[in-house]
């Protein structure tokens, strides 16, 4: 029987970026796998940082949020780097050139969408016309569809029939269809196969890339370290197909649905609406799908941030019939079991709890003998109480603290929006004049007893709130930024050898 914590990884001191992969720059209209990612690598290389946090990779849909995904084990394709199929011939210049027209500085999906999706069919279509096994050193198509069979068919087969059924949510299918195991049994068009087969192409890419990244990455001394939302998204491939593993009705309507109660973010707390899962499946599968969804999740990432670990101790659970989450209840789960399964399948993951929110006595119980580090966010830290567990005296070593997140305004658009004593307070307790609030918390961060400290790329570039990546409950408008090639350059310029002095001093 293992000794606990289950985990006791972090060890040394640390320091990481923030920054999604969409808000890189890059000539495609929207960040990707490619030059912009080696770049900002490099940056962090030359700046002392040794982790480059990111959120989910997957594919996303309606809204764009990376935690809302049709698959909790695929890539998306919008981030794959164009560039390779450039040289193989399987996109022209001129598709290529297209691209060049879409914004720079933002991300506009509407018109991202109807770009590139042509371009990337296209691709597809050059290379099974070519009757070539594989794409440059990117190993076989065939080895990587058999490695990946556990959820690669499932996706490809559920992207191609939702876009066959004009973009519809499964649940919206006919039911031959919506049914995943009568589907499957069904003799499907040409022009379906033909779909699906195009999407494993694409996952094929995706990836190769993130692979041939992460290598780099681990050249330069850098890990990446990736998100892994605790719910899966209603309209699925992952619901579709393992529907048995969820809270649903005959019908695969939503029995409840995710969420959390009031809270900083949101007066009328956050209704989620994902499907919740049926723990005592899970638990008669020994966990089977939590343990295959981890291991893909190290595949991609060398880090792996699980949010909402409040979750796993117990979840917020609302009526499927409720428009707000404040009615909702506490209901438990087996979280320790789950952990210790987990670590039986990954003893040397990798792995981070997102503990914010409301947490009670037993989820910071499960955090202690999991092991894993939890959360401080310093934007969270001043409502003038000393005891404030976010206030850098008060924290732990075993902790990953943040200036702020992809869901808080930067550091400079939160200070600003403050009342003047809560202002006055925060520059008594740091010792400054406010005057670079941004890089006053990084300072901070740094500066703290917590063994690792991550701030977001905008802290670093002092931008105020016009570079907020995202904002919850606010169903449109998210996941826009992207910083320019300039603003990396000139950051580099004036700030890398102090960055990296000042790690230093800071034994990190």
């Known amino acids: ?85 450039l040289i193989e011939g399987l996109i022209t210049e001129k598709e290529y050139g297209s ?47 058999k490695d990946q069979g556990h959820w690669l068919e499932d996706y490809a087969l559920f992207i191609s029939l939702k876009q066959n059924f004009g973009d519809k949510c499964w649940l919206d299918w006919p039911p031959e269809y919506s049914d995943a195991h009568r589907a499957k049994s069904q003799n499907m068009s040409s022009d379906i196969k033909d779909t699906a087969d195009a999407h494993v192409f694409f ?25 892994a939302p605790i719910f899966v998204a209603l309209d699925s491939s992952d619901v579709w197909a393992n529907s048995e593993l969820f809270q649903l009705k005959k019908n695969g309507q939503p029995k409840a649905v995710a ?22 499946v899970h638990e008669k599968t020994g966990f089977a799908w939590w343990i295959q969804r981890i291991k893909s999740n190290l595949e991609f990432y060398d880090i792996v941030r699980l949010d909402h670990f409040r979750g796993f101790e117990s979840y917020w659970s609302v009526p499927a019939t409720e428009t707000t989450a404040r009615n909702g209840k506490w209901t438990p789960c087996p979280g320790l079991k789950l952990f210790k399964a987990i670590h039986n399948a990954c003893p040397e993951a990798k792995l981070v709890a997102e ?62 929006a403050l009342d003047d004593a809560t202002q006055d307070y925060i520059r008594c307790y740091l010792g400054v004049t406010g005057e670079t609030i941004g890089w006053d918390l990084v300072r901070a961060a740094i500066e703290s007893s917590a063994l690792l400290a991550i701030f977001p790329l905008q802290d670093l570039m002092s931008l105020g709130e016009e570079a907020r990546l995202n904002t919850p409950g606010v169903p449109a408008g998210n996941w826009q930024w992207r910083y320019q090639p300039h603003q990396l350059d000139q950051l580099q310029s004036d700030s890398s050898t102090y960055l990296r002095e000042h790690l230093a001093l800071y034994g990190r």
Not at 259 to 280: C, I, S
Not at 361 to 381: C, H, N, S, W, Y
């Open 259 to 280: 969420g959390v109660p009031p809270d900083y973010f949101a007066v009328n707390g956050q209704l989620w609406g994902n499907p919740l899962y049926d723990w005592a």
């Open 203 to 227: 996952q094929y890419i995706f990836y190769s890339q993130l692979a041939k990244l992460r290598a780099y990455a681990d050249s330069r001394g850098v890990e990446i370290m990736g998100d």
């Open 355 to 416: 503990d914010l929110g409301e947490i009670t006595d037993e989820v910071k119980e499960l955090r202690a003998i999991t092991g894993l580090p939890g959360m401080a966010v310093l934007q969270f830290a001043f409502n003038m109480d000393a005891d404030n567990t976010y206030l850098p005296h008060n924290y732990e070593r075993n902790c990953v603290t943040y200036s702020g997140t992809h869901d808080n305004d930067t550091s400079i658009g939160w200070y600003q």
């Open 99 to 145: 691209l060049a027209d879409l914004p720079r500085d933002h991300v506009d999906y509407g018109v991202l969408y109807l770009a590139i999706w042509p371009i990337l069919r296209k691709a597809y279509k050059r290379f099974k016309t070519s009757k070539k096994k594989q794409l440059q050193d990117y190993g076989s198509v065939a080895k990587f569809r």
């Open 1 to 85: 029987m293992s000794k606990l914590p289950l985990y006791n990884w972090l060890k040394e001191r640390a320091a990481g970026v923030m920054l999604h992969i969409s808000s890189l720059p890059s000539d495609t209209g929207i960040g990707n796998l490619g030059a912009g990612a080696y770049r900002y690598i490099d940056f962090l290389n030359t700046s002392g940082i040794s982790i480059w946090q990111i959120c989910p990779l997957g594919p996303t849909g309606f809204g764009d949020s990376p935690y809302q995904c049709f698959s909790a084990f695929a890539g998306n394709p919008y981030f794959i780097d164009l560039h390779p199929l």
